[in-house]
C-alpha cells in the first residue's frame, strides 16, 4: 500500500518559516499524468480545511487565510510535493496533511505538527 510521507513541521515563532515535504514510499503517476496535489490542515476542535492545492495544469490554489504567505510547489518527476509556509502565525498552529488525487483515488499523509509561539 502507497504511503505519503511528511517531514518538515515543528515549532517556530510567530513570524517565522517552515518548508514541508510530502513524498510517496512509490511511484503514484507518471509526469505527463492528470492529478491534482494538496496540502490540508486540522487545528485541535476544528474541521480538517484544504490550505493549497496544485494540479497538473500547473494550476493553483490557496486558502483565503494563507494567500501571500503559503506557497505550494511539486516535483512531478517525484510525485513530490511542498508547501512553503512564510510569516507564520499562532492561527496556524495544526497537523498539516498532504494528499494526492490520482485516476479516482485519494492517498493522505499520516500528518505533520506545525506549532506556531506568539
Known amino acids: 500500500q502507497v504511503q505519503l510521507v511528511e517531514s518538515g513541521g515543528g515549532l517556530v515563532q510567530a513570524g517565522g518559516s517552515l518548508t514541508l515535504s510530502c513524498a510517496p514510499s512509490?511511484?503514484?503517476?507518471?509526469?505527463?499524468?492528470?492529478?491534482?496535489m494538496a496540502w490540508y490542515r486540522q487545528a485541535p476542535g476544528k474541521q480538517r480545511e484544504r490550505v493549497a492545492l496544485?494540479?497538473?495544469?500547473?494550476?493553483?490554489n490557496y486558502a483565503d487565510s494563507v494567500k501571500g504567505r503559503f506557497t505550494i510547489a511539486k516535483d512531478a518527476a517525484q510525485n513530490t510535493v511542498y508547501l512553503q509556509l512564510n510569516n507564520l502565525k499562532p492561527e496556524d498552529t495544526a497537523v498539516y496533511y498532504c494528499?494526492?488525487?490520482?485516476?479516482?483515488?485519494?492517498?493522505w499523509g499520516q500528518g505533520t505538527q506545525v506549532s506556531v509561539s506568539s
Open positions: 496544485i494540479n497538473s495544469s500547473e494550476f493553483t
Open positions: 512509490e511511484t503514484i503517476f507518471s509526469v505527463n499524468s492528470i492529478y491534482a
Open positions: 494528499n494526492i488525487q490520482y485516476m479516482g483515488r485519494n492517498y
